[in-house]
C-alpha cells in the first residue's frame, strides 16, 4: 500500500491564483483531513470528510474548498491565493474517524504565495 | 473550545540528557495519542493511551496519561540526535469525538 499520497510536493503561486492540491488514499479509509502547518505550530484542521460525498468544515476553513467524490481521493482547492496561506498542507486519513482511531498523514505540500 | 496546550515549544538539549514535554486539556479526555515528526517530514503517530494513569514504554520512550485524563507527558532518557522532531500530542474530545492536536514540542540534539 502507498497510503497517503499528495501532489504536488512543492508549489510557488502568485497572489489571486488558484490551484489544487490532490490527496489520495489506498487504506480504504473513510474519514480523510486537511491540515495546514505554520511554522513552529501545530496542525489546523481545514477541512474533513467522513465519506464520499460528505464534508465539513474545521477550525480554518475560510479561503479554501473541498469535494469528495470517491472514497480515495480529497483534494483541497485554493481559490484566490493569499500570503497568509503559504504554509505546509498535510493530507490524513482515519479508518472510523474516531478520537481513538490512528491518522494516517501524507508526505505534505508545501506551499508558498508570493 | 476545547484546546490542548503543550510545552515547552522548544527545547534543546545534548545527547545523552533527558527530555520531557507536556501535554495539557482544560477538559477531560477520552484518550491521547503521541505522534513524532521529523524534520522535513509528516506526522507519523507513535501511541495511545486511554486508560487513567496510564503509563507506556517504547525503548527510551515513557508517556504517561494523568489520573485525572486531562494532562499527558512524554519522557525520552538519553536523548539521541535520532530523536531530533517535532513531537505532537492530541487528545480525543469527549463531547466531539475528534482529536484535537497540541502545537507540538520541537526537540533539537546536540551530539
Redesign the interface.
Known amino acids: 500500500n502507498a497510503g497517503v499520497t499528495q501532489t504536488p510536493k512543492f508549489r510557488i503561486l502568485k497572489i489571486g491564483q488558484s490551484m489544487t492540491l490532490q490527496c489520495t488514499q489506498d487504506m480504504n479509509h473513510n474519514y480523510m483531513y486537511w ?1 495546514r502547518q505554520d511554522p ?4 489546523k484542521l481545514i477541512y474533513y470528510s467522513v465519506g464520499a460525498g460528505i464534508t465539513d468544515k474545521g ?1 480554518v476553513p475560510n479561503g479554501y474548498n473541498v469535494s469528495r467524490s470517491t472514497t480515495e481521493d480529497f483534494p483541497l482547492r485554493l481559490e484566490l491565493a493569499a500570503p497568509s496561506q503559504t504554509s505546509v498542507y ?1 493530507c ?1 486519513s482515519s479508518y472510523s ?4 482511531d ?7 505540500t508545501r506551499l508558498t504565495v508570493l | ?1 476545547q484546546q490542548v496546550m ?1 510545552i515547552p ?1 522548544y527545547q534543546h538539549v545534548q545527547e545523552g540528557e533527558d527530555f520531557t514535554t507536556y501535554c495539557n486539556s482544560s477538559t477531560t479526555l ?2 491521547i ?1 503521541w505522534y513524532k515528526q521529523r524534520p522535513g ?5 507513535l501511541i ?1 493511551l ?1 486508560k487513567s494513569g496510564e503509563v507506556k514504554k517504547q525503548k527510551r520512550l515513557t508517556f504517561q496519561f494523568g489520573e485525572a485524563k486531562k494532562n499527558s507527558s512524554l519522557h525520552i532518557t538519553a536523548t539521541q540526535t535520532t530523536d531530533v522532531g517535532t513531537y ?1 500530542c ?5 463531547n ?4 484535537i ?4 514540542t ?1 526537540l533539537q540534539v546536540k551530539p
Open positions: 491540515y513552529g505550530m501545530g496542525l477550525e498535510f490524513a474517524g474516531g478520537n481513538t490512528t491518522q494516517y498523514f501524507g508526505p505534505g | 473550545g503543550q515549544q477520552s484518550n495519542q517530514g509528516h506526522p507519523v503517530f495511545q486511554v505532537f492530541a487528545g480525543g474530545s469527549s466531539t469525538g475528534k482529536l492536536f497540541g502545537q507540538g520541537t
